[in-house]
Nanobody, 122 residues
Framework: QAQLVESGGGLVQAGGSLRLSCKAS????????MGWFRQAPGKEREFVAL????????DYADSVKGRFTISRDSPENTVFLQMNSLKPEDTATYYC???????????????WGQGTQVTVSS
């Protein structure tokens, strides 16, 4: 089973950009779905974006649509989350996850990374 390692988080001012990476070790099956979720202190984990591994079929939370872009580099076994026009409310720990269902539900994902912190200052 592929292990996932996120990177690219950090501190950025409002309006700035960050690019998160999620590197998978091991094989990712073509039927897989890769998702990004986030969790702020005191809040539940929430869906951000997802993509099918085999083709660029994507879905976004309304709160990030038009600002965030999910993409994947299959030969590198890596999924990216480009985050533009960041807002203080985007502050959270961001997690990469792998599942087999095209779903926004965290419960449908069975492999998770350790998370990377994103902090947006106002």
């Amino acid at each position: 089973q592929a292990q996932l390692v996120e990177s690219g988080g950090g501190l950025v001012q409002a309006g700035g950009s960050l690019r998160l990476s999620c590197k998978a070790s091991g094989r990712i099956y073509s039927s897989s779905v890769m998702g990004w979720f986030r969790q702020a202190p005191g809040k539940e984990r929430e869906f951000v974006a997802l993509t099918r591994w085999s083709r660029p079929s994507t879905d976004y939370a309304d709160s990030v649509k038009g600002r965030f872009t999910i993409s994947r580099d299959s030969p590198e076994n890596t999924v990216f989350l480009q985050m533009n026009s960041l807002k203080p409310e985007d502050t959270a720990t961001y997690y990469c996850a792998r599942g087999s269902q095209y779903s926004r539900q965290a419960s449908e994902y069975f492999s998770w990374g350790q998370g990377t912190q994103v902090t947006v200052s106002s």
